[in-house]
């Protein structure tokens, strides 16, 4: 086949980088070499568009073991223990086949965790759809929520990682194009860690797992472009995931892997035997021979160019030591899997595909992996659309603002997704879904890790670069709530098309926010995961970043986020803010009630946000608190209702003194702000004033209601088990009768 | 006192039940492959939960051939304690040793809770510890757990006092709302919420222990006579 410029521009390259190609390789490519390039460079894989950007995050820390670069970042978290975790995101193959989408996602996240030698222990999925209630899409958003929630559930639940927490959130610019972002952490020794990396010339190239099938072809390409109706052509390019075979690969590895006979070792992820190959060459410095007609196939007459772009899952590339092969296969063999030599390390840093003897392709390992073009694309200023001021807030029912408020798809119990979850398998889920931040420990050891999954497109469709900041901050506040100490960050970038300057500048503005924030609050970046083009027929989403901070703690019953019994203070700390009507625009407050974006985000002072977090770590390891919950979404009246929702049934009496308006006052979301209840609050008030933070004792806790009084006003009056009954059910009536969420019925 | 715990291919509850048994009620546990044709000096064995071969064809189905599983059933008939939770359940009514089958949940979808139950009976190895009536909260986790049974059979257990444990919330479309029943000499028990995800007090939930608790020391009497 003739390599004609329609050939380059479907394969999604354009004309200088075909030119680029042909300077490298110093004569024209074979299809399948085209192929691979077109993989290799593709934005997915090579994060042309971001790279000269992410180099400004902060990378390094007494306890990163292993930054960006590798199949996911290594955190020591003492004890000779290690954690290693990542984000991915699965977003186009999720609205294309939102089911085997999204657990190909959980699938692919997962290898990349064991792949370094550590076994799983959490799984946590940042979701966007559409609404679910809207007219035109909702029918569609309600099938891809369920599709991809179903998606999830299968491969974690049968892989037997338990998924301990996440978000969910709707919105109308994810209705063309749904976000499923999926975080996976692993624990491991030190020793037992392993990298990408094929060293040792003459040693065997071993290939394990699944068999090769045409599935998946051209998904990482895919996964670069901007959907249009032609889209759906294209789901055969969606991989299938078969999480008995991943979980019986996982054993094998790491089973394999204490043979001492494996050098290096890599999943099989996007653009499958291509990328695991060169990467693995690239890292060590050494070229990688295989020969086709070894590779185990699901199907006859795959052609080289199929073979080398499959995305059948389940796959692992291994380099073994030579002489050992056989000690490796032994324990793949116990496991009932493929174990098959198809190749060797070479010195001469070529990536050599084979079929039968005939070569196919010869391309330097490097040119694929390390020379990917870079562009500083041009940038202006951030698209946005929202005006500065928005409607009047006036309100004439703040209890049912509340309730419309726990009744919103964002703000109501995710009962209805999490439970289709195993979130406790592996008995380790101290804190699972619904807490601030979950809770895992480790068993045989005093430590335990909490993780906190965040984002929030509309603070940064306002302003990108404070709403990341705002996400990073209120990541770690989650932890501080629940006892942890932040120590490290993984991000998952989504945006629409990098060639548009007013999206490019969204990105660049996240990523510094996403740069100070994290070197402020000491949470390097170890990984992460990029993807662009998220728009459908032009219209891009809100910049949505999504960051995921994992901590460690001493492991402790948690003290958890609901009141406990009548008589406690109820205290707030960081005090009540001093927001404007500006800084209304972006809450849950002007979605649900003026269904509106507009302004600024809350502002935000990390100084005082990092004393806020301070103060809550050192009550909640005294246990001087009965219970801590931070203020997000919908502010301080929805955080006084979600702590009257535990099995107890305590609400609180809530008396307030302050100037500002009730519906800002109420449903603000201004940062660094908790609500605890306790028994001791001169404990509570002590530690507030040696980190020179507000702390206001501003009610009692009480069986069965919830009141909000400001000046001897009554805000709020609710039983409390009328607002559990909106908060808990309606997601359910969303998806199977919207009509029944009209709270006023 | 030794727990014999079997591993299958997809079994994901095995460590769980081995931590259970080795630190929570400080007894031995051993794991024992699918392929091993001997369950060897244990006292007692659990068939954990999971996903046995990818519960492939049917939850249960292939695990029944397994060698280890002909070595349960004549544990089973030599009057040794067997407990199957979850895909344990599933396998045992696969392998005829409990009547009846477990099927998709009556809403379709996978469900992960705590639920409160009722012990029906404490003639048996397994709740010989807890009270007649008591309410016990345990967690449930899966996909198939609908126990479905013709009436004869129902009524049988129900007239022979093998009905162990009742959902007393429905959360599966259970027929009668079991939960977990006996066999007919008593000593095999399937059920499908899990004890020993409630057996650490970390993790909040201790209830598992009384039927675990029970099982144990059933396993250690087996073991003196």
């Known amino acids: 086949m003739n390599i004609t410029p329609d050939v380059v521009?479907?394969?999604?390259?354009?004309?200088?980088?075909?030119?680029?190609?042909?300077?490298?390789?110093?004569?024209?490519?074979?299809?399948?070499?085209?192929?691979?390039?077109?993989?290799?460079?593709?934005?997915?894989?090579?994060?042309?568009?971001?790279?000269?950007?992410?180099?400004?995050?902060?990378?390094?820390?007494?306890?990163?073991?292993?930054?960006?670069?590798?199949?996911?970042?290594?955190?020591?978290?003492?004890h000779c223990l290690a954690i290693a975790f990542k984000i991915e995101s699965h977003n186009h193959p999720s609205f294309i086949e939102p089911f085997q989408g999204a657990a190909t996602g959980v699938g692919g996240i997962l290898r990349d965790i064991f792949t370094m030698g550590a076994r799983p222990i959490a799984v946590m999925d940042s979701l966007r759809f559409g609404k679910l209630d809207d007219v035109e899409t909702g029918e569609r958003n309600q099938r891809i929520l369920e599709g991809v929630v179903a998606g999830i559930a299968h491969y974690g639940n049968c892989f037997g990682v338990p998924t301990v927490g996440g978000e969910c959130v709707f919105e109308k610019s994810y209705a063309g194009n749904p976000l499923v972002n999926v975080f996976a952490l692993g624990v491991f020794r030190h020793d037992e860690v392993f990298y990408g990396k094929a060293s040792g010339v003459g040693n065997s190239v071993i290939y394990v797992g699944a068999k090769t099938g045409r599935d998946g072809i051209h998904g990482a390409s895919m996964a670069s472009a901007e959907f249009t109706e032609e889209s759906k052509a294209k789901r055969p390019n969606v991989q299938v995931g078969d999480p008995f075979m991943e979980k019986l690969l996982l054993e094998a590895c790491l089973e394999a892997m204490k043979t001492g006979a494996i050098v290096g070792i890599q999943d099989m992820g996007a653009a499958g035997l291509t990328s695991s190959t060169c990467e693995m060459g690239s890292r060590a410095g050494t070229g990688v021979e295989i020969d086709l007609q070894y590779v185990p196939q699901r199907e006859p007459g795959m052609t080289p160019y199929e073979m080398m772009l499959s995305e059948s899952q389940e796959r692992m590339l291994l380099v073994a030591e030579r002489g050992r092969e056989s000690e490796v296969v032994a324990v793949f063999e116990k496991w009932g899997l493929d174990a098959v030599r198809i190749g060797v390390v070479t010195a001469d840093g070529m990536l050599r595909v084979k079929d039968h003897g005939q070569v196919f392709a010869e391309i330097p390992n490097r040119a694929l992996a390390d020379e990917a073009p870079r562009y500083n694309r041009p940038y202006s200023t951030p698209l946005r659309t929202a005006p500065l001021d928005g409607p009047e807030i006036h309100s004439r029912d703040l209890t049912g603002d509340l309730k419309e408020l726990l009744a919103s798809g964002d703000v109501c119990s995710k009962k209805w997704i999490y439970e289709q979850y195993d979130y406790q398998v592996r008995t380790n889920t101290l804190a699972g879904p619904g807490s601030d931040a979950a809770i895992v420990r480790i068993k045989g050891t005093n430590t335990s890790v909490a993780m906190s999954l965040d984002g929030n497109g509309r603070y940064c469709a306002l302003d990108p670069r404070e709403g990341t900041k705002l996400i990073v901050a209120e990541c770690c506040r989650n932890l501080a709530t629940v006892g942890a100490l932040p120590i490290a960050t993984t991000n998952n970038l989504n945006f629409g098309n990098p060639e548009r300057p007013e999206i490019m500048a969204q990105i660049v503005e996240c990523i510094e926010g996403l740069a100070e924030a994290c070197r402020f609050f000491e949470v390097p970046v170890t990984g992460g995961n990029v993807s662009l083009y998220n728009e459908t027929l032009g219209t891009p989403i809100f910049p949505t970043p999504v960051v995921g901070i994992v901590g460690t703690l001493e492991t402790a019953l948690p003290i958890g986020t609901d009141f406990k019994r009548p008589g406690a203070e109820v205290i707030l700390l960081g005090g009540l803010g001093t927001p404007d009507a500006q800084q209304m625009g972006g809450t849950q407050y002007a979605k649900v009630i003026h269904d509106s974006l507009w302004g600024r985000p809350p502002a935000l002072d990390m100084d005082y946000e990092r004393r806020v977090q301070a103060t809550i770590r050192e009550l909640v390891r005294e246990r001087a608190i009965e219970s801590a919950h931070d203020l997000g979404e919908g502010g301080l009246a929805v955080t006084v209702a979600e702590c009257s929702f535990g099995p107890a049934g305590i609400g609180a009496a809530i008396d307030l003194d302050s100037e500002l308006p009730p519906e800002l006052l109420l449903f603000h979301e201004g940062p660094s702000r908790i609500l605890v209840s306790t028994g001791n609050a001169e404990r509570v008030l002590a530690a507030a004033r040696k980190n020179t933070i507000e702390a206001l004792i501003i009610g009692v806790t009480l069986e069965a209601r919830v009141t909000i009084r400001n000046r001897k006003r009554i805000l709020v009056d609710s039983r409390i088990a009328e607002l559990a009954g909106i908060w808990a059910d309606s997601l359910e009536h969303l998806l199977h009768d919207p009509v029944l969420v009209n709270t006023n019925v | 006192m030794k727990v014999g715990i079997v591993v299958f291919p997809g079994s994901n509850c095995d460590h769980d039940a081995w931590y259970a048994v080795s630190q929570n009620l400080q007894q031995q546990a051993e794991f024992i492959w699918h392929n091993s044709a001997s369950l060897g000096d244990v006292d007692a064995v659990i068939l954990p939960g999971g996903f046995s071969y990818g519960d492939y064809l049917r939850c249960g189905a292939i695990a029944k051939f397994s060698p280890v599983m002909q070595a349960v059933k004549k544990f089973a008939k030599d009057g040794g304690p067997v407990l199957g939770v979850c895909n344990g359940f599933q396998v045992l009514t696969e392998a005829g040793l409990l009547p009846g089958a477990l099927v998709r949940n009556a809403n379709l979808k996978f469900v992960?809770?705590?639920?409160?139950?009722?012990?029906?009976?404490?003639?048996?190895?397994f709740t010989h510890r807890a009270r007649k009536g008591q309410t016990v909260k345990l967690p449930v986790a899966h996909g198939e757990g609908c126990y479905i049974a013709d009436e004869r059979t129902l009524d049988e257990l129900e007239a022979e006092d093998r009905v162990v444990l009742r959902y007393q919330d429905d959360c599966n479309g259970s027929m009668r709302d079991i939960a977990g029943i006996l066999n007919e000499k008593r000593n095999v028990m399937g059920l499908m919420p899990h004890p020993e995800r409630a057996a650490d007090p970390l993790m909040g939930n201790t209830d598992g222990l009384t039927i675990l608790n029970s099982f144990v020391t059933a396993g250690a009497a087996a073991s003196r006579s």
Not at chain 1, 29 to 49: A, D, R
Not at chain 1, 52 to 76: C, F, M, W, Y
Not at chain 2, 112 to 125: K, N, W, Y
């Open chain 1, 9 to 78: 521009a479907a394969h999604q390259l354009t004309p200088s980088e075909y030119d680029k190609i042909l300077s490298l390789l110093g004569r024209e490519p074979t299809l399948t070499e085209l192929g691979i390039f077109s993989v290799m460079w593709s934005e997915h894989c090579s994060y042309k568009s971001s790279r000269v950007h992410l180099k400004k995050l902060p990378t390094e820390s007494e306890r990163v073991l292993q930054g960006p670069g590798e199949n996911a970042g290594i955190i020591d978290i003492g």
């Open chain 2, 112 to 125: 992960c809770r705590q639920v409160p139950l009722e012990v029906v009976t404490t003639d048996s190895p």
